[in-house]
């Protein structure tokens, strides 16, 4: 089974502030999911990559394969930013898997 | 499109009762995947459906955990008898093919007094 390991637990920044979040997973694997979850508790889906960079608005999603790493950054952030951020691989690497989870990483965003 | 659909989205029971989680995934989507989540032990997979058919279940707790999709437009998950270490919040996600981008249902939040 892939073992996931999201850092930082907990990040609060001030708004404008170049955020970044980093994952590693043990398992080679096709593709990760960087999700998003809002007080609310809903979950979305930010971005599925499996090399290179990926970007959209303000986030940008990068993979290193071989590191078995991954980072999630948000550009010039926003309260409306504040949610927990989880990462996602295939459960045993392959793409047609369902997903384990990092434990997440709990970000707040003050004005 | 509605997105995934859960159903009930707030359940409260007591233990020892039959619980029947309801999940109608986007329609064209041919896999589907129930997942369970709590503070202790954050997101977790239960079970995953291709074409209708089970994949993996090695996810799902015990036995008093059974899962089902009759249709492509329909999947079950039960818990009976219930026990209060049962309380999570229930997400059913379903994507387009195996391999792409997951979309999450509401999740159901259960309750087991």
């Known amino acids: 089974k892939n073992e996931v390991e999201q850092s930082p637990q907990n990040l609060t920044a001030q708004e404008g502030e170049f955020i970044t979040i980093n994952c590693s997973y043990s398992v080679g694997i096709s593709a990760l999911h960087w999700l998003q979850q809002h007080p609310g508790g809903g979950i979305v889906s930010l971005f599925m990559?499996?090399?290179g960079k990926k970007k959209h608005g303000r986030l940008i999603a990068t993979i290193n394969i071989q590191e078995k790493h991954s980072s999630l950054h948000i550009t010039a952030s926003h309260p409306r930013d504040s949610a927990v951020y989880i990462c996602a691989v295939p459960y045993s690497g392959g793409g047609a898997d369902g997903l384990t989870f990092g434990k997440g990483t709990h970000l707040i965003i003050q004005p | 499109d509605a997105g995934v659909i859960q159903s009930p989205r707030h359940e409260v029971t007591e233990m020892g009762q039959e619980v029947t989680l309801r999940c109608k995934p986007i329609s064209g989507h041919n896999s589907l995947f129930w997942y369970r989540q709590t503070m202790m032990r954050g997101l977790e997979l239960l079970i995953y459906?291709?074409?209708?058919?089970?994949?993996?279940d090695s996810g799902m707790p015990e036995d008093r955990f059974s899962a089902k999709m009759p249709n492509a437009s329909f999947s079950t998950l039960k818990i009976q008898p219930s026990e209060p270490r049962d309380s999570a919040v229930y997400f059913c996600?379903?994507?387009?093919?195996f391999g792409s981008g997951q979309f999450f249902g509401p999740g159901t939040r259960l309750t087991v007094l």
């Open positions: 990559l499996s090399s």
């Open positions: 459906f291709n074409n209708n058919v089970p994949i993996d």
């Open positions: 996600a379903s994507s387009l093919s």
